[in-house]
């Protein structure tokens, strides 16, 4: 294994550029892939673990978050796209998607920067590794799932708190400011909202490592990408033929999430379906009726 760590005073003393220490990463590690050594290149170069990780994370997660919810601008722009847009009367003017990019911007440098630079002391806490080579496909996958399944019921749960009255009121009302949502307002949130909720994707991960000892921050980096992309999809307004719960009958995706926001009740999980069926909030005209159905039956059996 390379020793990220070890590579800023092994490598060289003082590296002018990063090409650079590509290069001389590359001669003495010629076992690593190039993203392998492109990564600990980065930590050679920047001297400095911290920052390092806290750039890139930062990066990150500002280039995949306004980069996923490019694309749903634009189709909000394409009146061709409307007959899959769920509340297809409620199109987002430009005026509400600027605001909605100003608080959501504001949110990150304010509220999510400052836990970003503490990132690599936790990591470095909890025994989180940076170094290379990568760990498996594999293990990466079931950490990933795993992560996903955990992260569905912290949400599910504080989500579903937060639609209780006071808390509502005084925090969660901002996010449901638009009743049918886009894109750019999966982060739109209070700052309490934002930390609580936030915790699930990354506290989750964290105290997997904490527990078992064995986390790398290239899987926590893919964890993250993947639940932005759930986030913003969910937050999208649009359901497609190909939308992934169509395949994957307890996805949650945009149908249950926009029903969340246009009603004000029930959906409350994140990722999947599976919390708000087994405790009864589902929301939605065919929630409703099964429970009419159930309701009937149930009079009926008492009438026999």
Same mark, same amino acid.
Not at 115 to 141: E, N, R
Not at 156 to 176: Q, S
Not at 197 to 218: E, K, M, N, R, S
């Given at each position: 294994?390379?020793?990220?760590?070890?590579?800023?005073?092994? +490598?060289?003393?003082?590296?002018? *550029?990063?090409?650079?220490?590509?290069? !001389?990463?590359?001669?003495?590690?010629?076992?690593?892939?190039?993203?392998?050594?492109?990564?600990?290149?980065?930590?050679?170069?920047?001297?400095?673990?911290?920052?390092?990780?806290? #750039?890139?994370?930062?990066?990150?997660?500002?280039?995949?978050? %306004?980069? /996923?919810?490019?694309?749903?601008?634009?189709? *909000?722009? $394409?009146?061709?796209?409307?007959?899959?847009? &769920?509340?297809?009367?409620? #199109?987002?003017?430009?005026?509400?998607?600027?605001?909605?990019?100003?608080?959501?911007?504001?949110?990150?440098?304010?509220?999510?920067?400052?836990? $970003?630079?503490? %990132?690599?002391?936790?990591?470095?806490? %909890?025994?989180?590794?940076?170094? +290379?080579?990568?760990?498996?496909?594999?293990?990466?996958?079931?950490?990933?799932?795993? %992560?996903?399944?955990?992260?569905?019921? @912290?949400?599910? @749960?504080?989500?579903?708190l937060f639609h209780w009255g006071p808390l509502y009121r005084n925090v969660h009302k901002i996010h449901h400011l638009y009743s049918a949502p886009f894109g750019l307002a999966a982060e739109y949130a209070s700052?309490? =909202?934002?930390?609580?909720?936030?915790?699930?994707?990354?506290?989750?991960?964290?105290?997997?490592?904490?527990?078992?000892?064995?986390?790398?921050?290239?899987?926590?980096? &893919?964890?993250? $990408?993947? /639940?932005?992309?759930?986030?913003?999809?969910?937050?999208?307004?649009?359901?497609?033929?190909?939308?992934?719960?169509?395949?994957?009958?307890?996805?949650?995706?945009?149908?249950?999430?926009? +029903?969340?926001?246009?009603?004000?009740?029930?959906?409350?999980?994140?990722?999947? /379906?599976?919390?708000?069926?087994?405790?009864?909030?589902?929301?939605?005209?065919?929630?409703?009726? /099964?429970?009419? =159905? !159930?309701?009937?039956?149930?009079?009926?059996?008492?009438?026999?």
């Amino acid at each position: 294994m390379f020793d990220v760590q070890g590579a800023m005073t092994n +490598v060289t003393t003082v590296l002018p *550029d990063y090409m650079e220490a590509y290069s !001389r990463i590359s001669e003495l590690n010629v076992h690593l892939n190039v993203f392998e050594k492109a990564w600990a290149a980065w930590y050679a170069y920047m001297q400095n673990d911290t920052l390092a990780t806290g #750039i890139m994370s930062f990066v990150m997660h500002e280039t995949v978050y %306004f980069g /996923r919810s490019l694309p749903w601008i634009i189709i *909000d722009c $394409i009146p061709y796209f409307r007959k899959w847009k &769920i509340q297809n009367t409620k #199109i987002p003017t430009a005026a509400e998607q600027w605001k909605c990019a100003r608080l959501v911007l504001l949110s990150h440098f304010t509220v999510e920067l400052p836990q $970003i630079w503490l %990132f690599h002391p936790m990591c470095q806490y %909890f025994g989180m590794s940076t170094d +290379v080579p990568f760990p498996a496909l594999t293990k990466i996958a079931y950490q990933v799932a795993i %992560f996903f399944v955990l992260e569905d019921a @912290w949400h599910y @749960w504080f989500h579903r708190l937060f639609h209780w009255g006071p808390l509502y009121r005084n925090v969660h009302k901002i996010h449901h400011l638009y009743s049918a949502p886009f894109g750019l307002a999966a982060e739109y949130a209070s700052p309490i =909202e934002v930390m609580t909720l936030g915790f699930g994707t990354v506290g989750v991960p964290i105290l997997w490592c904490a527990i078992t000892g064995d986390l790398h921050v290239l899987t926590m980096y &893919i964890w993250i $990408i993947l /639940r932005l992309f759930q986030a913003i999809d969910a937050h999208s307004g649009y359901e497609f033929p190909w939308s992934l719960h169509h395949f994957i009958p307890f996805w949650a995706g945009a149908e249950h999430h926009d +029903v969340h926001h246009e009603k004000f009740i029930g959906n409350f999980a994140s990722s999947f /379906r599976w919390w708000d069926y087994m405790l009864d909030t589902e929301a939605g005209p065919e929630a409703a009726k /099964r429970r009419r =159905e !159930r309701k009937q039956a149930k009079e009926a059996k008492k009438v026999q």
